[in-house]
């Protein structure tokens, strides 16, 4: 006998994945931004840095999404994340338009 899968299960999946992949994706581009601010060091190996570590920290948000409770909890995690990156980015952007 086939199990029954509803419909809010697969938009769950669904949703999930979507966070993973673009809201991962964001969260990486926030924090290589924010790597250049914060590293004690010259750009372009700030840069080096996060972008060769990029890719670990993507996937570990693809995993930490498929592990919480609910889709909804993926979401707001990811939207936590996001608050700091994009303050540090925003104050990186002020300095450098500033100057």
């Known amino acids: 006998m086939k199990p029954v899968v509803d419909a809010a299960y697969r938009w769950s999946v669904v949703s999930r ?19 250049i601010v914060v590293l004690p060091a010259e750009l372009h190996q700030s840069l080096l840095f996060a972008s060769q570590t990029g890719y670990l920290y993507w996937t570990g948000l693809i995993i930490w999404c498929f592990a919480t409770r609910s889709a909804t909890r993926a979401w707001v995690g990811l939207a936590v994340l996001a608050v700091p990156l994009i303050a540090i980015d925003a104050w990186y952007l002020l300095q450098r338009s500033v100057a």
Do not use: K, N, R, T
């Not at 979507?18 to 991962?24: F, I, K, M, P, Q």
């Open 17 to 35: 994945i979507v966070a993973a992949a673009l809201g991962g994706y964001l969260i990486v581009s926030l924090l290589h931004m924010a790597f």
